[in-house]
């Protein structure tokens, strides 16, 4: 999607700009030990090959131990592991996440989008529950169909009309 937005159709792929995606996470999530893991792309099959694309992608890991991050970059971490502030800069940050938390506006923009994102995923949990009960029918019918079950009464065990039965069989059959 970042390249989608950098590169007009047509455009030369070499012409993409570097672009960094970063993770932070709460935990380690390759468990080496490091605050810092950086990954760029490169051939599976050939790791001498890269794609040159300036995509660089950057998990920082709050639960590292290894000494391979900056003082001030271990203390971002720390803060945002909870330890709370302890220079200027990430008491600074506790200022700005405390005045967001105060601003209403911000607040309820929040609020908006979790609800909205909570019920994209409710719906979509629905959808699949229903393709699930639908696969389940179509498992059902064929077998009753196997077993030489009348399409009246596929359609009462099912709770389909027979239409629909009907359509579920020719389906199977292709």
């Known amino acids: 999607m970042i390249d ?16 960094y995606v970063i993770f932070i996470c709460t935990f380690d999530p390759f468990g080496e030990g490091r605050h810092i893991y950086t990954f ?12 040159d694309d300036d995509a660089v992608k950057i998990i920082l890991s709050t639960k590292g131990t290894m000494d391979d991050v900056s003082p001030e970059m271990k203390r971002i971490l720390d803060y945002i592991d909870g330890k709370g502030a302890s220079d200027k800069f990430t008491e600074e940050l506790e200022e700005a996440v405390r005045s967001a938390r105060q601003n209403e506006r911000w607040r309820l923009d929040y609020m908006t989008l979790e609800y909205e994102y909570r019920q994209r995923y409710l719906e979509g949990k629905e959808e699949g529950r229903e393709e699930g009960r639908a696969e389940g029918r179509e498992r059902t019918i064929q077998k009753l169909h196997e077993r030489g079950e009348s399409i009246a009464s596929i359609a009462d065990i099912v709770e389909l009309n027979e239409e629909e039965v009907k359509r579920v069989i020719s389906k199977l059959k292709l």
């Open 4 to 19: 989608l937005n950098i590169l007009d159709k047509g455009q030369d792929y070499t012409t993409l700009k570097k672009s």
């Open 40 to 51: 760029c792309n490169t051939c599976q099959e050939n790791t001498a090959l890269t794609l």
